[in-house]
Nanobody
């Protein structure tokens, strides 16, 4: 079955960095685009970044452009989100997403808290 397992979240001070990872299994990872979403308390889940199957193209929310970088290692079935210059508004649960066979799959999420 499809599994997405996020890791790498935590508490970081403003201006700091974190690298999130999402380990995927149960499908042909290299054949599908992957996305990172986030959901802050009391807000809708929003798309943060996406990457195509062969990593030939990426897209970002305007709020993270220039500070976040999505990448993938198809040999490791893993997608990453490098987050730099983090600010308190980035505090949220971050979710890995794959859209497969007409369904949306999600990981369990990893908490990112930006606070001094």
């Amino acid at each position: 079955q499809v599994q997405l397992v996020e890791s790498g979240g935590g508490l970081v001070q403003p201006g700091g960095s974190l690298r999130l990872s999402c380990a995927a299994s149960g499908f042909t990872f290299s054949g599908y685009g992957m996305n990172w979403y986030r959901q802050a308390p009391g807000k809708e889940r929003e798309l943060v970044a996406g990457i195509t199957a062969a990593a030939g193209s990426t897209n970002y929310a305007d709020s993270v452009k220039g500070r976040f970088t999505i990448s993938r290692d198809n040999a490791k079935n893993t997608v990453y989100l490098q987050m730099n210059s983090l600010q308190p508004e980035a505090t949220a649960v971050y979710y890995c997403n794959a859209n497969l066979y007409g369904k949306r799959y999600w990981g369990q999420g990893t908490q990112v808290t930006v606070s001094s």
